[in-house]
């Protein structure tokens, strides 16, 4: 992965301010405190070199050769290999081959927008937790819940941090898992077990507020994923 990737959702031009001033604004806006001097001049090493790509970026951009912007957002103190140790699905066993297969029926629509259907919840902040498995399975959850109950509940990400202990919890995880996880014990409400971004002691309550039937696999093909996108939210 290349580092750009740690700017790229952020289309914000980098401002012509001194590097230290540029520096002083981004740490106030994203609440960033370090523990000595001496990580905090290792941080701003790294948001400099970080800007300098940023920069490039946007002149090459500016000269018809790139097709988006960047900017700083609140990754800009990490270097590509901690982004990806944070962000990036972990490998793992590819226990999805024993799972049952979706079967296909060509019943695809022709256009599908769950937002409009009530089916997308907001958009949630992970923080500095690797937990983007637990994010992905949840969200589609969300989303299966809301189609088939009519019920817009967001569900604890949390819960399956500290209680899947198939997973490393915030150093990465898998989806499959987590559904089996929720398929074993059932998924709080994000009400009654909220998101803290740290791995904690399971706390999880008997009352679920869903829980999984079945999971199935989807053929590799784009015609599998375009009937299961119609019919599903999924992760």
Request: with cysteine.
């Amino acid at each position: 992965m290349k580092i750009f990737f740690v700017f790229a959702t952020v289309l914000l031009a980098v401002s012509a301010l001194p590097a230290q001033e540029q520096w002083t604004s981004f740490k106030a806006k994203h609440g960033k405190s370090y523990e000595n001097l001496y990580e905090e001049k290792v941080r701003f090493q790294i948001f400099q070199n970080n800007v300098q790509v940023i920069n490039a970026h946007n002149a090459r951009y500016e000269a018809g050769l790139e097709t988006y912007t960047m900017g700083v957002n609140k990754f800009t103190d990490l270097t590509p290999k901690e982004f990806r140790a944070m962000l990036r699905l972990q490998n793992g066993p590819l226990t999805w081959q024993n799972l049952t297969r979706h079967v296909q029926n060509g019943t695809a629509p022709d256009s599908i927008d769950w937002r409009e259907k009530n089916a997308v919840l907001e958009v949630q902040d992970q923080n500095g937790c690797g937990s983007c498995w637990a994010f992905s399975a949840v969200g589609a959850l969300e989303g299966q819940n809301a189609i088939k109950n009519n019920k817009r509940v967001l569900l604890s990400k949390q819960q399956l941090i500290d209680c899947d202990k198939s997973e490393n919890g915030c150093n990465g995880g898998l989806m499959l898992n987590a559904f089996e996880y929720v398929k074993q014990h059932g998924l709080n409400s994000e009400a009654d077990y909220p998101y803290d971004g740290f791995d904690l002691k399971c706390r999880a309550k008997s009352d679920s507020a869903v829980t999984v039937k079945e999971v199935v696999a989807l053929d590799a093909t784009e015609s599998a994923l375009e009937e299961a996108v119609g019919k599903y939210e999924r992760s």
